[in-house]
């Protein structure tokens, strides 16, 4: 079964410890061993450099066969967004032609609204790329009300939600009963049964495979992949097909 | 084909496999969620045999409240309907007092269906509490497994580590793999050096950054533990992070099922009677 990891990341940045690996063969070697095809990463770079990082993380995925997707890191407290090349924003993503953008809003320090976000989310909006965010831990009240928003706001942003699973089903299941535009990645749905439950009510067309490589290991999240009590059908969709079908919906022609 | 492969391909491992850590029935308070259906030792029943898990060791969701009489009562009784299968630990709690503790240890001293006793501390107070170490003492004159809740250094991992100090015959499992993080598993490895009545518990990883082969390298294949504490968790995660292991398919016999059985060679309480043959 082919596996799209959504959830990775390269590069020497202390975000991204314990380094498992830190270079382009070093990240394969794992992909490899985990029978991982492919991946959505991100270069730990950008988040302290973002318009270096990404340049980066271009290269890096232009030297890996097809087998890494770009995610851009993503600031909008630049006018470019950090984005490598030439002109607007729009126009350095259509050169660029990532596979997704990330936020690092926690730790950047600013709200995921639209009147803080509405540069990121406005261009996400015109190219449909999809938006990866890592939501933090704490605080529940704020992030999620506010996340709700956005989503609705911009209903053809698919929005990415990382290691948003255990003990978080009363949020996840309204999200995924009202709004069709969010993801999550399966990495941390430890719930007792939470993959096999939001499939049976929701389907499994908004999960997505995530391992959190190169901090966390992919074997536990290969586990709830591998032995949820799912459909064959709905296994591949969480592991290939919904992430193909994301990425098949990105526009970059005018 | 290697347990590796068998777990790519979603197949049930055909080797001894113990749940060590569980609390069967639901709980839903503090943010915890369960499919509803496996909040029935059925329906955890049934995932296990998607997995090839034989059987698991259980102190039931009372124990979160500190219920100890009822925790042990629905453990023997779910023993009692799926004998072979469902393990019980007596859930000892310090609210009752001394007394308390005496009555529920005498209660199951000699009862086939429990194979030692579960702290969970934390929750229900620190481990210096006189019931726990009476309780301790007690586990060191049965010479059986005590399983230590401890998590993030709540309570803190030297004194669980402590109650198996000075008690040679006490089997002391840290669970969470020594309290859920990296920095816990390198402390709780540290400690293990000098106790050898210390071996540690698996579950609830998804914030420890270190693999199985690392945590091997800590603390060596025979001082590891499997366990899901399932239905606060999905066995699926923490099963996967031993099956799919970098680690020798010995080594991972070991974690699931071997160094536990060798625990309960010497105990004085219940054993596992029968492995089923897969």
Same mark, same amino acid.
């Given at each position: 079964?082919?596996?799209?990891?959504?959830? !990775?990341?390269?590069?020497?940045?202390?975000?991204?410890?314990? +380094?498992? @690996?830190?270079?382009?063969?070093?990240? +394969?070697?794992?992909?490899?061993?985990?029978?991982?095809?492919?991946?959505?990463?991100?270069?730990?770079?950008?988040?302290?450099?973002?318009?270096?990082?990404?340049?980066?993380?271009?290269?890096? !995925?232009?030297?890996?066969?097809?087998?890494?997707?770009?995610?851009?890191?993503?600031?909008?407290?630049?006018?470019?967004?950090?984005?490598?090349?030439?002109?607007?924003?729009?126009?350095?993503?259509?050169?660029?032609?990532?596979?997704?953008?990330?936020?690092?809003?926690?730790?950047?320090? @600013?709200?995921?609204?639209?009147?803080?976000?509405?540069?990121?989310?406005?261009?996400?909006?015109?190219?449909?790329?999809?938006?990866?965010?890592?939501?933090?831990?704490?605080?529940?009240?704020?992030?999620?009300?506010?996340?709700?928003?956005? !989503?609705?706001?911009?209903?053809?942003?698919?929005?990415?939600?990382?290691?948003?699973?255990?003990?978080?089903?009363?949020?996840?299941?309204?999200?995924?009963?009202?709004?069709?535009?969010?993801?999550?990645?399966?990495?941390?749905?430890?719930?007792?049964?939470?993959?096999?439950?939001?499939?049976?009510?929701?389907?499994?067309?908004?999960?997505?495979?995530?391992?959190?490589?190169?901090? @966390?290991?992919?074997?536990?999240? +290969?586990?709830?992949?591998?032995?949820?009590?799912?459909?064959?059908?709905?296994?591949?969709?969480?592991?290939?097909?919904?992430?193909?079908?994301?990425?098949?919906?990105?526009?970059?022609?005018? | 084909?290697?347990?590796?492969?068998?777990?790519?391909?979603?197949?049930?491992?055909? =080797?001894?496999?113990?749940?060590?850590? #569980?609390? =069967?029935?639901?709980?839903?308070?503090?943010?915890?969620?369960?499919?509803?259906?496996?909040?029935?030792?059925?329906?955890?029943?049934?995932?296990? &045999?998607?997995?090839?898990?034989?059987?698991?060791?259980?102190?039931?969701?009372?124990?979160?409240?500190?219920?100890?009489?009822?925790?042990?009562?629905?453990?023997?009784?779910?023993?009692?309907?799926?004998?072979?299968?469902?393990?019980?630990?007596?859930?000892?709690?310090?609210?009752?007092?001394?007394?308390?503790?005496?009555?529920?240890?005498?209660? /199951?001293?000699?009862?086939?269906?429990?194979?030692? %006793?579960?702290?969970?501390?934390?929750?229900?107070?620190?481990?210096? &509490?006189?019931?726990?170490?009476?309780? *301790?003492?007690?586990?060191?004159?049965?010479?059986?497994?005590?399983?230590?809740?401890?998590?993030?250094?709540?309570?803190?991992?030297?004194? #669980?580590?402590?109650?198996?100090?000075?008690?040679?015959?006490?089997?002391?499992?840290?669970?969470?793999?020594?309290?859920? #993080?990296?920095?816990?598993?390198?402390?709780?490895?540290?400690?293990?050096?000098?106790?050898?009545?210390?071996?540690?518990?698996?579950?609830?990883? %998804?914030?420890?950054?270190?693999?199985?082969?690392?945590?091997?390298?800590?603390?060596?294949?025979?001082?590891?533990?499997?366990?899901?504490?399932? #239905?606060?968790? &999905?066995?699926? /995660?923490?099963?996967?992070?031993?099956?799919?292991?970098?680690?020798?398919?010995?080594?991972?016999?070991?974690?699931? *099922?071997?160094?536990?059985?060798?625990?309960?060679?010497?105990?004085?309480?219940?054993?596992?009677?029968?492995?089923?043959?897969?």
């Amino acid at each position: 079964m082919k596996i799209i990891d959504v959830n !990775c990341g390269i590069g020497k940045g202390k975000m991204l410890r314990p +380094l498992r @690996y830190t270079d382009l063969p070093g990240m +394969l070697a794992w992909l490899d061993d985990n029978g991982i095809a492919e991946a959505v990463a991100f270069h730990s770079d950008a988040a302290r450099d973002p318009e270096s990082g990404n340049a980066r993380m271009l290269q890096v !995925c232009a030297a890996s066969g097809g087998r890494l997707k770009p995610c851009l890191v993503v600031d909008p407290s630049l006018s470019s967004l950090g984005i490598p090349g030439e002109g607007s924003v729009i126009q350095r993503l259509r050169t660029a032609r990532p596979a997704a953008l990330r936020t690092f809003h926690a730790d950047q320090k @600013y709200p995921f609204t639209s009147f803080f976000a509405g540069h990121i989310l406005e261009a996400a909006r015109q190219l449909r790329l999809p938006v990866i965010v890592s939501p933090p831990y704490k605080p529940l009240r704020t992030f999620f009300p506010a996340l709700v928003s956005v !989503c609705a706001e911009y209903p053809e942003v698919p929005f990415v939600l990382l290691r948003t699973g255990f003990n978080r089903s009363r949020v996840i299941f309204p999200i995924l009963e009202q709004l069709k535009n969010v993801y999550f990645d399966i990495s941390t749905m430890l719930d007792c049964g939470q993959i096999d439950e939001i499939t049976d009510r929701f389907g499994s067309r908004n999960l997505l495979f995530g391992s959190g490589l190169p901090t @966390y290991e992919p074997s536990g999240a +290969l586990g709830l992949l591998y032995y949820s009590s799912v459909t064959q059908e709905d296994r591949e969709n969480i592991a290939f097909r919904n992430w193909e079908r994301l990425e098949g919906g990105i526009c970059f022609d005018d | 084909m290697t347990i590796r492969e068998m777990a790519r391909s979603g197949l049930p491992l055909p =080797i001894p496999i113990i749940d060590a850590h #569980t609390h =069967i029935g639901p709980q839903y308070n503090a943010g915890w969620h369960q499919k509803p259906e496996y909040t029935t030792v059925e329906g955890q029943l049934a995932v296990y &045999d998607r997995l090839g898990v034989d059987c698991c060791v259980t102190a039931p969701h009372e124990v979160s409240s500190g219920m100890m009489e009822e925790a042990n009562l629905a453990a023997r009784a779910a023993a009692e309907r799926f004998p072979d299968r469902v393990y019980g630990y007596i859930f000892i709690a310090p609210y009752d007092g001394l007394e308390g503790c005496r009555r529920e240890l005498e209660r /199951y001293r000699r009862d086939p269906h429990f194979l030692g %006793l579960k702290f969970l501390g934390g929750y229900n107070g620190d481990y210096d &509490d006189p019931v726990y170490q009476y309780a *301790a003492d007690f586990a060191d004159e049965m010479r059986c497994p005590v399983l230590c809740h401890t998590w993030e250094d709540s309570p803190p991992i030297a004194q #669980t580590v402590a109650l198996a100090r000075r008690r040679p015959g006490l089997k002391l499992l840290a669970a969470h793999q020594g309290g859920g #993080t990296a920095q816990m598993t390198r402390r709780c490895a540290e400690l293990m050096r000098d106790v050898p009545n210390v071996w540690m518990e698996l579950c609830g990883s %998804l914030n420890n950054t270190l693999g199985m082969a690392e945590i091997l390298e800590l603390v060596g294949e025979d001082r590891m533990i499997f366990g899901s504490d399932m #239905t606060d968790l &999905d066995v699926r /995660y923490d099963f996967g992070r031993v099956a799919l292991a970098p680690i020798s398919d010995d080594a991972k016999k070991k974690i699931f *099922a071997e160094n536990f059985l060798r625990l309960l060679e010497t105990s004085q309480m219940g054993t596992i009677r029968r492995m089923p043959v897969k």
